[in-house]
Structures are given as C-alpha cells and as structure tokens.
C-alpha cells in the first residue's frame, strides 16, 4: 500500500472543490495544481472574478483554520483584479479509522464545508 505525498492529497483536495465549483455554476478561467502556488482556481461567475485557495487538511486539523498572513496576500492580489477571495479546506481522512495513514488504495472520508470568503476584516 503506498502512503499518499502531499501533491496526491493536494490533488484530491482539488477534485473536490472543482467539483463543487462546477456544479455551483463557476466557469474556470485557470486551474493550477501545484502546491504552494496560489490561487489554485481563477473562475468567473455572474460575470465577477474569483480566486480560490486549496489546502488539503488531514486529520485531526480542521479545515476551515486557514494561514491568515497567506489569504491576506492572495486578497491583496485578488483586489487588483477586483476579485473575490475564497478559502477551500478540504479535510482528509482513512474512511475506516481516522487514525490510520491514507494510502491511494484507502476508501477516504472527505470533509469539505464549502468556501469561506477572505474579506477585509479578517
């Protein structure tokens, strides 16, 4: 069995939110899946620009704690396209026991609450 690398989490991370990105009526402008380079989504909808942040959490973090120093880089940036900002924390988990390591071959429970806006006043 092999233990998933941080690429192989980051990118179920991104299968998840560009799932829901998709069905959510979002049009991907770029898609970048590579670790650390942010936003990993650039989308239009109802004609606004939107980044979105990626991060695949394991267990026992919680998903919605996010880097504030980084979302507020990425919203700095976002501004200047008069983008929205958003955070998708994406926690990951061996669907059998939470303790144990996920391996690609492991069912995986997924626990993803949707985007959570970077406004301002965070």
């Given at each position: 069995?092999?233990?998933?690398?941080?690429?192989?989490?980051?990118?179920?991370?991104?299968?998840?939110?560009?799932?829901?990105?998709?069905?959510?009526?979002?049009?991907f402008?770029?898609?970048?899946?590579?670790?650390?380079?942010?936003?990993?989504?650039?989308?239009?909808?109802?004609?606004?620009?939107?980044?979105v942040?990626?991060?695949?959490?394991?267990?026992?973090?919680?998903?919605?704690?996010?880097?504030?120093?980084?979302?507020?880089?990425?919203?700095?940036?976002?501004?200047?396209?008069?983008?929205?900002?958003?955070?998708?924390?994406?926690?990951?988990?061996?669907?059998?026991?939470y303790?144990?390591?996920?391996?690609?071959?492991?069912?995986?429970?997924?626990?993803?609450?949707?985007?959570?806006?970077?406004?301002?006043?965070?």
């Open positions: 069995m092999q233990k998933l690398n941080e690429q192989d989490l980051h990118n179920r991370a991104m299968e998840v939110v560009g799932k829901s990105l998709e069905e959510d009526g979002f049009e402008m770029t898609v970048n899946s590579q670790l650390k380079k942010d936003p990993q989504f650039v989308c239009l909808k109802n004609k606004k620009l939107h980044f942040v990626v991060r695949a959490i394991l267990y026992p973090n919680n998903p919605l704690d996010y880097d504030v120093a980084l979302m507020d880089k990425v919203r700095s940036h976002a501004e200047k396209f008069e983008a929205m900002t958003y955070y998708a924390g994406v926690g990951l988990a061996h669907a059998d026991d303790e144990l390591i996920l391996t690609k071959e492991a069912p995986c429970a997924i626990n993803y609450q949707g985007l959570q806006p970077i406004t301002l006043n965070e």
